[in-house]
């Protein structure tokens, strides 16, 4: 992900995060608005990623919908994060591409 965004997804910003699954024949495609309630870096328990520490890294980012539901997105490559608002005492206003293109 975008340094630039990344360092935008305090606590209070409004974001509209859309994730793609790609299928054989199709792509399925989800598109979660909410405002963040954390952004973070956190291991999973994958014991064979031969990374820092051997584990692997995911961007996380929890979110509370308008309903009041609150999830935690496992952000990848073809996450697209825009910020449709920001967080109290900041005022750009940018969204991230996926790093690499889907095909």
Do not use: C, F
């Not at 890294?57 to 308008?66: F, G």
């Not at 608002?85 to 900041?90: L, N, P, R």
Request: charged share 25%; hydrophobic share 35%; proline share 2%.
């Amino acid at each position: 992900m975008d340094e630039s965004i990344r360092k935008q997804l305090l606590p209070g910003a409004t974001v509209k995060v859309t994730q793609q699954i790609a299928a054989r024949d199709h792509t399925w495609t989800t598109v979660t608005l909410g405002t963040v309630e954390s952004y973070l870096q956190k291991t999973t328990g994958s014991w064979y990623a031969h990374s820092k520490n051997d584990k692997l890294w995911l961007d996380r980012l929890r979110i509370r919908k308008a309903d009041g539901e609150i999830i935690t997105l496992n952000l990848d490559d073809y996450s697209v994060v825009e910020l449709q608002s920001a967080a109290a005492g900041t005022t750009t206003t940018e969204s991230a591409a996926p790093e690499a293109a889907a095909s």
